[in-house]
């Protein structure tokens, strides 16, 4: 361990206030728990910190016996970013799912549901959401997870989804500021930049921002990205004149800036973590995100040991470090009323209502203390009414439906790492509950006729389900189409990705999103349900 400087308790503590680190296991390690008694403030969870809905209960009641006002964030997007349901997929549709229903209440009962089960389960700070605009159709990391490519569409569903969230009593965490949404390079891997100007950034990109930020946002997250119209020298997360003046100054924010993830090539391959994250204070940030890659208490201890060194050469503001340490702390004051406000508010609305309503309420139904428009979800589930809500599809003239078990053919690409590739994706599964027997394989990229033709082998028979994953991002796949298609014409085709190609096959369904809701809602059209 390195050795402090006397009398440096208070800076210290600071310096761990401000960290947002991960770990691995499903319970907290001794490291974890040391560290919230010297002044860690808040935790990070992943996929692979969560078992169950109960086990997850266990953790977070865990770290409170620590430290009583802990923050505990997840990065809960719904849709195809999902660490609650990792290993079944969602029962949330995504952003893309929400924007191309285009109701804003349906956006904020889904916000409202999620953000309940989290507050169920001791999540009191979320990661989302996404208020990117997907301008660029080749984006290779945001896509689905953006409400959609129009401005304004996107800007009112975030701050809806803003509203619905936080009505539960977890704190939203709008992303990634200044816009990630006209990027061509994944930030996990290389530094990405964006080369439009000013007047474009401030129409486009930031109007989502301002109306997250009207609509109470808590908490900002930071992009890793170069936005040389607004410093031409360093990424959104390092940048002063972005989250200062920008952010800070201009548009009037005051909640928390959480950068994203520092472990990330963007930064941790051009500044290192350390440096990365002095400077991101220095900045403006308050808050650093660390955890999904590096989870150990080595990373919690060299980025506080670099902050409080900073701030012993100079490099750093002492005030500017205890700024972002209180603001952490009065984000985690809020979380602990906002959570009592929603208890208190589901107890009257669960007595006020009748016995059928308290059961949709619990269901997703309406008892949702969200106003006009509730109900959507009542019998079924607010998600997989989205979900259904949310599919376009376009039959041919000779389409037949489906009479057996079908062959499922999943052209499947390369998982971005913001989704991972442990969530199950596709319709195979929801469709075998409906038509038992239901068979299924995955052809992965290369030589896209390689793959329909070993997709027509293994389907004999049987109809062919083709499910695809931005098609119009991957030749090799669009490829497979056109051979399944010339040899089997009757091949029906379920985009799960942002759906750009032209509709083809004797049946298209585009369902924006690969939660397992999307599957769901996809096989029952298949299935004549």
Avoid at 145 to 162: M, N, P, Q, W
Avoid at 296 to 321: I, P, Y
Avoid at 449 to 457: F, G, Q, R, S, Y
Wanted: charged residues 20%; contains cysteine; negative net charge.
């Amino acid at each position: 361990m390195t050795t402090l400087a006397s009398g440096s308790a208070t800076l210290t503590r600071d310096a761990l206030t401000v960290l947002q680190p991960g770990f691995t296991g499903t319970s907290a390690p001794d490291w974890l728990l040391r560290r919230l008694g010297e002044g860690l403030a808040s935790v990070g969870l992943f996929g692979r910190n969560i078992a169950s809905p109960t086990q997850l209960g266990r953790l977070t009641a865990q770290l409170r016996a620590e430290r009583d006002d802990v923050l505990v964030a997840i990065d809960e997007e719904g849709g195809d970013v999902t660490r609650l349901e990792v290993r079944t997929g969602s029962s949330f549709p995504g952003n893309h799912a929400l924007g191309a229903v285009d109701d804003v209440t349906l956006t904020r009962e889904v916000a409202f549901e999620l953000g309940r089960r989290l507050a169920e389960s001791g999540v009191n700070l979320n990661w989302a959401p996404s208020a990117d605009v997907n301008s660029n159709p080749g984006n290779p990391v945001i896509g689905v997870r953006s409400f959609g490519a129009d401005t304004d569409l996107v800007a009112r569903h975030t701050a809806a989804y803003v509203t619905g969230l936080q009505a539960a009593g977890v704190a939203a965490c709008t992303k990634h500021f200044p816009g990630h949404g006209d990027t061509a390079v994944d930030s996990h891997h290389a530094l990405p930049r964006i080369d439009v100007d000013g007047s474009v950034l401030h129409a486009r990109e930031l109007a989502p921002f301002r109306a997250a930020i009207a609509a109470g946002s808590r908490a900002v997250m930071s992009a890793h990205i170069l936005v040389p119209a607004l410093d031409p020298d360093r990424p959104a997360t390092l940048s002063r004149r972005i989250l200062t003046g920008l952010l800070r100054e201009e548009l009037g924010y005051q909640g928390l800036i959480v950068t994203d993830g520092m472990e990330m090539q963007a930064i941790a391959g051009t500044y290192g973590i350390e440096r990365g994250s002095v400077l991101a204070i220095a900045a403006g940030a308050d808050a650093i995100c660390v955890g999904g890659g590096l989870a150990d208490d080595e990373t919690v201890r060299r980025l506080r040991d670099a902050l409080v060194s900073a701030v012993r050469s100079g490099e750093l503001a002492e005030e500017r470090l205890a700024d972002a340490a209180e603001r952490v702390r009065a984000l985690a004051r809020w979380t602990a009323a906002a959570s009592a406000s929603a208890q208190a508010s589901a107890s009257v609305a669960v007595s006020a209502s009748t016995p059928d309503a308290a059961s949709a309420s619990a269901s997703g139904g309406v008892s949702t203390g969200l106003g006009a428009g509730a109900g959507t979800g009542a019998g079924h589930g607010v998600g997989l009414v989205a979900a259904r809500r949310a599919l376009t599809v376009t039959r041919s003239e000779a389409y037949e439906p489906v009479g057996e078990p079908p062959y499922v053919a999943a052209l499947t690409p390369v998982a971005n790492i913001a989704v991972g590739d442990e969530t199950p994706w596709g319709v195979a599964a929801e469709l075998a509950l409906l038509l038992p027997g239901t068979k299924t394989g995955s052809f992965a990229g290369g030589d896209g006729e390689d793959a329909a033709v070993a997709a027509l082998t293994a389907a004999g028979d049987r109809r062919i389900v083709a499910v695809v994953r931005d098609e119009h991002r991957h030749a090799w796949m669009a490829s497979a189409l056109d051979t399944l298609l010339a040899a089997r014409p009757d091949t029906i085709v379920v985009e799960m990705g942002v759906p750009q190609a032209t509709p083809r096959g004797a049946l298209h369904i585009a369902t924006h999103g690969a939660a397992r809701v999307c599957g769901r809602a996809a096989a029952e059209i298949i299935a004549g349900h």
